[in-house]
């Protein structure tokens, strides 16, 4: 069995293609995971019950909910539902982002939780609303603690984004299966993209660490 990898180095203007569009959604989903994160978490740690019950539907909803049932729902029932027409590109990036939030929401509100209740405590003394000793006091702390575990969620966002090929959006996963189809190499085809994730992702895990072994330091 030949390894002939040049065939797919033939197509490397589609494979640099897929893997931008990889990286654009990648980028786009993590902001409004982290964005909807953020405020879902505040949700969980607010003193009325209500709007903790809120926030932790929302995280349990999107955190049990397969991806791909997510995706395909979105694009295929949520138009139905709301009667408009939703593209495949806003389809990926709701779903990817919505799914992004439930994870998100637990590592902050981990974070959080993880700061001495003394802290709090004080800022309530000193007359700090909610939000003021969220801001200037328990989240500039906290952030430290979330980055290691917000970086590994990141790169589990990344490989999330393979799944869009089921919405035939063309990242590098499409890519690599319109390449295989026209070259009936798979095997070529398919190591080249493990490597080209493998490249992207050591870097950022082999970044977690390090900031895990600072924070334990």
């Given at each position: 069995?030949?390894?002939?990898?040049?065939?797919?180095?033939?197509?490397?203007?589609?494979?640099?293609?897929?893997?931008?569009?990889?990286?654009?959604?990648?980028?786009?989903?993590?902001?409004?995971?982290?964005?909807?994160?953020?405020?879902?978490?505040?949700?969980?740690?607010?003193?009325?019950?209500?709007?903790?019950?809120?926030?932790?539907?929302?995280?349990?909803?999107?955190?049990?909910?397969?991806?791909?049932?997510?995706?395909?729902?979105?694009?295929?029932?949520l138009p139905i539902f709301l009667?408009?027409?939703?593209?495949?590109?806003?389809?990926?990036?709701?779903?990817?982002?919505?799914?992004?939030?439930?994870?998100?929401?637990?590592?902050?509100?981990?974070?959080?939780?993880?700061?001495?209740?003394?802290?709090?405590?004080?800022?309530?003394?000193?007359?700090?609303?909610?939000?003021?000793?969220?801001?200037?006091?328990?989240?500039?702390?906290?952030?430290?603690?979330?980055?290691?575990?917000?970086?590994?969620?990141?790169?589990?966002?990344?490989?999330?984004?393979?799944?869009?090929?089921?919405?035939?959006?063309?990242?590098?996963?499409?890519?690599?299966?319109?390449?295989?189809?026209?070259?009936?190499?798979?095997?070529?085809?398919?190591?080249?993209?493990?490597?080209?994730?493998?490249?992207?992702?050591?870097?950022?895990?082999?970044?977690?660490?390090?900031?895990?072994?600072?924070?334990?330091?």
């Open positions: 069995m030949n390894f002939d990898i040049s065939l797919v180095l033939a197509n490397w203007d589609l494979l640099a293609f897929g893997l931008l569009v990889t990286l654009k959604y990648t980028a786009y989903t993590c902001a409004i995971g982290l964005v909807i994160g953020l405020f879902v978490a505040l949700l969980q740690l607010t003193p009325w019950v209500p709007l903790r019950l809120l926030g932790r539907v929302w995280v349990e909803f999107f955190r049990n909910i397969p991806l791909l049932v997510l995706l395909l729902w979105t694009y295929y029932a009667q408009i027409q939703i593209s495949k590109e806003v389809a990926g990036i709701l779903g990817l982002g919505f799914y992004a939030s439930g994870f998100y929401a637990e590592i902050l509100r981990a974070g959080v939780q993880s700061i001495d209740r003394g802290q709090t405590d004080a800022a309530v003394v000193l007359g700090m609303s909610y939000f003021q000793r969220m801001r200037r006091i328990i989240l500039p702390q906290a952030l430290r603690r979330m980055v290691p575990p917000l970086v590994g969620q990141t790169i589990m966002q990344l490989k999330n984004t393979t799944l869009l090929s089921v919405l035939t959006i063309p990242d590098l996963l499409y890519q690599a299966g319109y390449i295989s189809s026209t070259t009936y190499r798979p095997m070529e085809v398919y190591t080249v993209i493990g490597i080209l994730f493998i490249l992207i992702l050591f870097p950022l895990s082999a970044l977690s660490r390090r900031f895990e072994r600072r924070e334990a330091a």
